[in-house]
C-alpha cells in the first residue's frame, strides 16, 4: 500500500493538528486564528478519509503500521497502526474536530486564540490514541488530551464551569493512575513471559498471562476505562462536564471522548484478560444493563435539554457495554458500529442545543415551546437526529441498536429484554422532549422572529445528516469492515469458555451464538 510504505499517513493524521496549533498561536489576526483551525481540521479530517479507501477488511492484525525505535533500553517505540477498531474512530474525530471549530465561528470572545489551540491539541491527544500500538505513546496521548478538554470546560463553560472541569480533571486522571499501573504490570509480564522488556501491544496479545495475574489487571484497565465511557456508578462526572462545556466541548466529549473508553475495554481488557474477561462478564453487563435503565429514567426527570441528552448517553452508552460483552458477533459488531452512530447523532444533538440556546438564551423545556413554526430548518433536524438516537429504520441508530439487542437476547433472553427498555423509555423522553420544545404552546415570552441556522451551523449539520442516512441505508459498509476485528475480539473469551469445565464456567456458553449468527 502505497500510503503503507512510503508516506507516514498515520503520523500525518496524528500531528497535523498539532502542527495546525503551532499555526494559530503564530497568528495575530481574529479572523485568521479561525481559518488557520478550520483548514488544520478540514486537512486532517481529509486524510483519516484516506485509510477507509485502502483498507483492506479480509486482513487480519494491523494495517498502515509505522515502527521506529524511541527508547530502546525500555523497550518503547512510536508505533502507530490501526484496524477494524480505530478504522472508523479516526475519520469520527476527524469529522467532528471540523465540526466543533464550525459551531465556535465567531461565537467566541474571550482569548480565541488558546481556545483553538486547544481544541488542536485536543485533537492530537485523541487521534494519537486511536492510532498507538506501544503502551507508552498510548499513555502520552491519553493524557495529552485531558488537559485541553479541562481547558475548554473550565475557561470557556457556563457559570459552573470551575466545579465542572476540576469533577472532569479528578474522575480522568484517578483513572489514569490505575490505567499507567496496568500497563506497567503487561510490560513487567511481558519481560518475565516473554523474556523482552517491551511495551508494544502487539507483542502483549501473544502473552499468555497467568490466572492469578488477570484478574487484578482487569480491574485496572476495566476502572480506567469505565471511567471515562462512563459506566454506572462512574457515570456522575459527565452531566456536570456536558452542562457547563461549550457547544463544541460538548460534542467532543459526547462524540468522541465517551468513545475512548469502550475502546480501551476493547483493545485491552477483551484479548489480554481472556479469563478475567469472562469472569467478570456478569458483573459488567449487570452494571450495563443499570446504566441503561437508569440513564433513561433520570433524563425523563430533566427539564434541561443538555441534561436530558447527557443522561439519555449514559443509557445508550450502557447498551454498548451489554453488546460488547455478550460474547457473540451481534453484539461485538453492534458495539462497534454504535460508537460511530452514538457520535454522530448525539453530537448532532448537543450543536441543535446549543443553537437552540444562543437564541433563546435558555435551555429548559418549561420556557421554550412553538419553535417548529419559527426555526422550521432547526426543528427538522432535530426531529431527524432525535429519530437516529432512537434507532429508526432508516437512519444511522437502527442497525447498532438491533444488533446490540441481538447479541443481548443471544446471551440471555431477560438481559435482552431489560436492554430493549432503553427503546421504549427512550421514546419517552426524547420524543416528549421534542414535543415541548417545538409543538407545544410557546412559554418563551418572547414571541417576536427568531433566527434559523445560520450558514456554518448548516454546513455542519447537512453532512451530518447525509451521514445519518448513508450509515441506515447501507450498513454493509461498516459491518463488513468490522466483521475481522469482532471475529477476533470475541475469539479469546469464548476459546477459554470452552477449554473451561462447565461448573467453572461463570456465563453462559455463547459459542452456538456465534455459529448461528455466522450461518
Known amino acids: 500500500m502505497l500510503f503503507n510504505n512510503d508516506i507516514p499517513l498515520l503520523t500525518l493524521i496524528v500531528f497535523l493538528p498539532l502542527a495546525g496549533a503551532l499555526g494559530v498561536l503564530a497568528t495575530r489576526s481574529r479572523q485568521w486564528i479561525q481559518v488557520v483551525a478550520l483548514v488544520t481540521t478540514l486537512a486532517t479530517f481529509a486524510l483519516t478519509l484516506l485509510p477507509l479507501w485502502q483498507f483492506r477488511p479480509e486482513q487480519a492484525g494491523f494495517q498502515f503500521v509505522e515502527k521506529v525505535p524511541w527508547i530502546a533500553t525500555l523497550g518503547i517505540s512510536y508505533h502507530l497502526g490501526i484496524d477494524g477498531l480505530s478504522l472508523f474512530l479516526l475519520p469520527l474525530t476527524g469529522f467532528l474536530s471540523v465540526a466543533a471549530v464550525l459551531v465556535s465561528w465567531n461565537k467566541i470572545q474571550l482569548k480565541e486564540k488558546a481556545y483553538f489551540i486547544s481544541f488542536l491539541v485536543l485533537e492530537t491527544g485523541i487521534l494519537g490514541v486511536f492510532a498507538s500500538l506501544d503502551a507508552v505513546l498510548f499513555y502520552v496521548f491519553w493524557e495529552a488530551m485531558l488537559i485541553p478538554m479541562f481547558l475548554i470546560i473550565g475557561i470557556w463553560g457556563s457559570e459552573n464551569r470551575r466545579y ?110 481472556p479469563e478475567a474477561a469472562l469472569y467478570f462478564t456478569p458483573a459488567i453487563i449487570a452494571l450495563g444493563v443499570i446504566g441503561v435503565i437508569y440513564g433513561a429514567f433520570v ?194 473469551p469464548s476459546i477459554k469458555a470452552a477449554s473451561l469445565s462447565v461448573a467453572a464456567t461463570p456465563v453462559p456458553p455463547n459459542l452456538d451464538s456465534v455459529k448461528v449468527l455466522d450461518r
Open 164 to 273: 465542572a472541569s476540576l469533577k472532569f480533571i479528578i474522575y480522568t486522571m484517578a483513572g489514569s493512575v490505575f490505567l499507567l499501573i496496568g500497563l506497567i504490570l503487561m510490560a513487567f509480564l511481558n519481560r518475565q513471559l516473554g523474556g523482552v522488556s517491551s511495551f508494544d501491544m502487539v507483542s502483549w496479545l501473544a502473552l499468555n498471562v497467568p490466572s492469578h495475574w488477570q484478574y487484578g489487571i482487569f480491574i485496572l484497565f476495566f476502572v480506567a476505562f469505565a471511567i471515562k465511557v462512563p459506566i454506572f456508578p462512574f457515570h456522575t462526572w459527565l452531566p456536570d462536564a456536558h452542562v457547563e462545556a461549550p457547544t463544541a466541548g460538548s460534542v467532543i466529549l459526547a462524540g468522541v471522548l465517551l468513545k475512548m473508553g469502550i475502546y480501551g475495554i476493547l483493545r485491552f481488557c477483551l484479548p489480554l484478560l
Open 299 to 492: 433524563a425523563f426527570a430533566q427539564h434541561d435539554l443538555k441534561k436530558l441528552v447527557a443522561y439519555s448517553s449514559v443509557s445508550h452508552m450502557g447498551l454498548i457495554v451489554v453488546g460488547i460483552m455478550a460474547g457473540n458477533m451481534a453484539g461485538m459488531k453492534g458495539g462497534i458500529i454504535q460508537m460511530v452512530n452514538h457520535g454522530l447523532s448525539t453530537g448532532a444533538l448537543f450543536i441543535l442545543v446549543g443553537a437552540l440556546y444562543e437564541r433563546q438564551k435558555t435551555r429548559d423545556m418549561n420556557k421554550l415551546g412553538g419553535l417548529a413554526a419559527r426555526v422550521p430548518v432547526l426543528a427538522t433536524f432535530f426531529v431527524i437526529m432525535t429519530l437516529s438516537s432512537l434507532g429508526l429504520p432508516g437512519l444511522n441508530g437502527f442497525v447498532g441498536e438491533f444488533l446490540l439487542l441481538l447479541g443481548a437476547f443471544r446471551y440471555q433472553w431477560w438481559i435482552g429484554a431489560l436492554s430493549a427498555t432503553t427503546l421504549i423509555l427512550g421514546a419517552v423522553y426524547m420524543l416528549w422532549m421534542v414535543q415541548r420544545v417545538f409543538f407545544e404552546t410557546d412559554r418563551s415570552g418572547r414571541p417576536g422572529a427568531v433566527a434559523d441556522l445560520f450558514l456554518a451551523e448548516k454546513l455542519v449539520m447537512i453532512p451530518l445528516t447525509l451521514l445519518v442516512f448513508f450509515i441506515g441505508l447501507y450498513p454493509s459498509y461498516l459491518t463488513d469492515r468490522v466483521e475481522t476485528i469482532s471475529r477476533q475480539l470475541i475469539s479469546a
